[in-house]
């Protein structure tokens, strides 16, 4: 019998001078791909590809899947940048571009966190790849994006001594401090996610995963991904609220991973409707 088999890649940028990296991890890894359906995996502001539930779901999804680091982060070139969301998107361009030359792969999922949900769902909206993709997993999606506004008053002092903010973080157990400018501020502010409302793919199955301790992304704002994605038609929408956790699903890590599972194989097998999700094999309420 086959063992899943996990290969790092280096992809060169199209449109940037660096290298996107990722992991490309394969249930059958003999067998070809060219037609074969796969699974994206996206991570938010200041992750990486294999850090939250990331790598954990990439190795129980029945189905192949790519997790890479957007440009900036962990071991991909180029510049991080806070309000960069358009450049993430490019970089999810090569990526679909690259499995799709190199292995013949067709996006069939998308498992976006945080940023990483932003950006996908943009790229569903906005691409040609992205009208044929059939789920869709929106983990602690920002929809309100002026709230990034909220708790930023104490940066004042460094954005009129410094021009920027210093925001050290620890990535892949390496400290690391990136810079916030405040044009970064005002342009993630501005960026648009009300197109999911008119754009996204009718036929898109999608579950929305939000903690209701989450002081980074306020839960409500998975309320109105419900409303906006939850009136389309063939698809469906599914919310599924984590009691006690935060933006990052500290601790509850396996139960997201079970949640998008037990979802994904309800949806394989034409059983979804819209509504509310809950875990444990008791589907929809």
Known sequence: MAVRKATKHSIPHTKEDCTLVGILEQVHPDSPTHGSKIALILHGTMGHKDYLFQKRLAARLPIDSFRFDFRGNHESGGRWKQGAFREDVEDLKVVVAYLRTTFGYEVDVVVGHSRGSIVGMHWMCT???????????????????????????????????????????????????????????????????????????????????????????????????????????????????????????????????????????????GSLSSGIWMTGRRGKL
């Open 127 to 269: 691409s040609e790849e992205g009208k044929y993709v059939r789920a869709y997993v929106n983990a602690s999606g920002r929809y309100r994006m002026h709230r990034i506004y909220d708790g930023t008053e104490a940066w004042k002092e460094e954005f009129d001594t410094k021009g920027y903010h210093e925001w050290k973080v620890t990535v892949a157990r390496k400290a690391v401090v990136a810079r916030v400018y405040p044009s970064d501020l005002a342009e993630f502010a501005t960026w648009d996610t009300s197109i999911v409302w008119t754009q996204f793919p009718p036929q898109a199955d999608v579950l929305s995963i939000h903690g209701l301790l989450d002081k980074t992304v306020p839960p409500f704002d998975a309320l109105i991904y419900a409303r906006a994605l939850g009136s389309r038609t063939p698809g469906t929408h599914n919310l599924h609220l984590v009691e006690d956790a935060d933006h990052n699903f500290t601790g509850r890590q396996d139960e997201v991973v079970d949640c998008i599972l037990e979802w994904y194989e309800a949806r394989t097998s």
